[in-house]
């Protein structure tokens, strides 16, 4: 792998360049789609429409699609000089990427009951960010990411890391909570309760970006908090979504619940 990069780059200083360029295009992308947003949410789920091209199985969808940022990833950190992965804060902010991955991309998909066919352009785009930001986060990380000696020591560190954990183990668990909404042979939608659902509408969604957001704290480098940026505008328009669409089918839907931030929104 060290030999496709090596063709692909001139320099390790031109790679960084790129991968520097890579994540403010990402800042850029965030502001794009938090404008197309106003007017659209993200069509998958119970928003998904034929206008986006024809069906894909859902689980087999979440699987294809989530799976190059766990496996691109581990080629780059097994089959490459990875600099800097013998370096704990390296090693630590590396694995809190890959236990999210593991989880989304080899475990959620078959968890999955029901749900909705997603359409082939969502899940295409999804495809194609998996690479884009597999291969910025963990290359910058493995390859480039400098940190003090005492870093896990350090207040950001810390606080990221506990954020981290926070917003996975709420992520993890409002998911549990949605898939036993119904029993089997059961259709149709559910209020959640539980957990975090019962402050806001998008318990799941509130724990992902808790979770990246952690990430980059812990991280502190443009290509994590440009990740998290995104993640942020992506994930809180669906939580804005969710809580309106609640509303408007549940006439006894809790009227304290927020959308995503506990009593406040």
Not at 177 to 196: A, H, S, V, W
Not at 221 to 238: E, G, I, K, M, Y
Not at 255 to 263: D, E, G, N, V, Y
Request: with cysteine; net charge positive; proline share 5%.
């Amino acid at each position: 792998m060290d030999a496709l990069i090596s063709r692909l780059f001139s320099s390790e200083e031109e790679e960084l360049y790129i991968l520097d360029c890579l994540a403010y295009f990402m800042v850029f992308m965030a502001a794009c789609t938090f404008v197309t947003l106003l007017f659209e949410n993200v069509p998958y789920g119970r928003y998904a429409t034929s206008k986006y091209g024809f069906p894909v199985n859902v689980r087999f969808a979440w699987f294809v699609q989530e799976l190059p940022a766990f496996l691109l990833p581990l080629c780059l950190v097994v089959w490459t000089s990875a600099a800097k992965t013998s370096l704990l804060p390296n090693q630590l902010i590396i694995a809190m990427y890959f236990c999210h991955y593991v989880q989304r991309s080899l475990i959620y998909p078959f968890l999955i009951r029901g749900g909705k066919p997603t359409p082939f352009a969502s899940f295409a785009l999804a495809f194609v960010f998996c690479i884009y930001n597999g291969y910025m986060q963990i290359r910058y990380l493995s390859h480039y990411a400098h940190y003090p000696a005492d870093w896990v020591t350090h207040p950001c560190f810390i606080a990221g890391s506990a954020l981290w954990f926070v917003g996975w183990v709420v992520n993890v668990h409002s998911d549990h909570i949605l898939r036993n909404l119904r029993k089997p042979g059961e259709t149709g939608y559910k209020i959640p309760t539980g957990g975090m659902f019962e402050y806001v509408s998008g318990a799941n969604f509130l724990g992902e970006i808790t979770e990246w957001a952690g990430f980059a704290l812990a991280g502190h480098s443009v290509h994590s908090s440009a990740f998290a940026l995104f993640t942020t505008v992506v994930l809180a328009s669906r939580a804005v979504a969710h809580h309106k669409w609640y509303l408007a089918k549940f006439e006894d839907y809790p009227k304290s619940r927020k959308a995503l931030i506990p009593f406040l929104l």
